[in-house]
């Protein structure tokens, strides 16, 4: 019994692993268009658009009809789409006015605050075990965030943009807690149709109001993002389906390292022992989370396929 439950644990993070890690790549879109005066309303609206184009491709090559995928709860996929959005949204702008590193360590108040919410709405229990392997998650997430020098450099201009990605923070747990609801009534593929169809909506007027032009190229740029989301999204749908709250928030703090990857990558931001000692402590975190056993009286719902 025990190695099932850990079996599962173990494939509800790989599939949050993957999800993070996409996200990562779009959360820094606001960074790699810094100089480009592009709005992030305007880079989520494209996004949306690109990944609502993606879903309908899918069902489109199935065969099947949209009613197939009719929520119960359309009220509840549109709060989950505003809270995602503007999460997302504070997100991004965070990143283009401070340094991603310092961003990405404020935004990963997120794991805090989707443990929290899963404690107080989803009757989460939290053991020893739990906490212990939370603790050592945000530990290594400290070596990184030192290693990488966040904060060293912060500045007074700075202060806006960090209280952005603290509200960021917030409303993703949110989010994070109605996708976990959400997934124990509807598909997978319904999730996905939902939220960006009302991310279309709620991002059309602010981001016309804030439109740039762009060469046709760079929007189609912009619109790949959507795919790219999609995938995200999927992953974290199916991450949160398998395992509680407490199992799968933790595995954000992940987040940091796809940060330094991405900074080294494309920004010269140079790897250093830290990074490496940190990403192995979160591993083991991880690890940690994954082989936790149980609590009596938790009793997870199966949702469907």
Known sequence: MQLRHTYTNLKAIAWVTIGTALFSLIFASGKFVAGWSVSPLQILFL?????LATLLSVVAARREHLSNYRSKKPFS???????????????????????????????????????LLGVLFMRDRLTVQHIGAVAICCAGASIIMASRGAFTAFRLAYVFPACIAILGAALMAVEGLMIKML?????????????????????????????RSLQF?????????????????????????????????????????????????????????????????????????????????????????
């Open 47 to 51: 996004r949306y658009a690109g990944g």
């Open 217 to 305: 190229e760079t929007e189609m740029l912009f619109a790949l993002l959507g795919p790219i989301a999609v995938t995200a999204q999927y992953c974290i749908v199916q991450g949160y389906r398998l395992a509680s709250l407490s199992i799968v928030g933790p595995i954000d703090y992940t987040w940091l390292i796809f940060a330094g990857v991405i900074g080294f990558l494309f920004f010269g931001e140079k790897p250093t022992l830290g990074v490496a000692l940190g990403s192995a402590i979160i591993a083991i975190g991880g690890i940690t989370l994954a082989i936790t056993k149980p609590v009596a009286s938790e009793r997870d719902s199966k949702s469907p396929a």
């Open 77 to 115: 996929h549109l709060w989950r789409a505003i809270f995602g959005a503007s999460g997302g949204g504070a997100i991004i702008y965070a990143s283009a006015n401070m340094p991603i590193v310092d961003a990405t360590a404020i935004s990963l108040l997120y794991v805090v605050f989707v443990i």
């Open 183 to 211: 997934s124990r009534f509807d598909r997978a593929m319904t999730v996905l149709l939902y939220v960006n169809m009302f991310g279309i909506l709620l991002m059309a007027i602010p981001a016309f109001i804030q439109w």
